[in-house]
């Protein structure tokens, strides 16, 4: 299994990590990018999933 990764709101900076999900919005942890609907938004400003990208170490 591969490493869990993060990506970034571009507008906000709210994290999105996968290894911790967002439960309150129904999203378990472990859930991946690609398994995050497409309707989904940032929880703090309401940005799309495509607002987001992904982090690099």
Not at 7 to 26: H, N, R, T
Not at 40 to 52: L, M, R, V
Request: aromatic fraction near 12%; proline fraction near 7%.
């Amino acid at each position: 299994m591969s490493e869990f990764k993060k990506y970034v709101c571009v507008v906000c900076g709210y994290i999105y990590d996968e290894e911790l999900g967002e439960p309150e919005a129904g999203l378990a942890p472990g859930t991946r990018w690609e398994d995050v609907p497409e309707d989904w938004s940032c929880p703090d400003c309401g940005a799309s999933k495509g607002d987001f990208e992904l982090m690099v170490s």
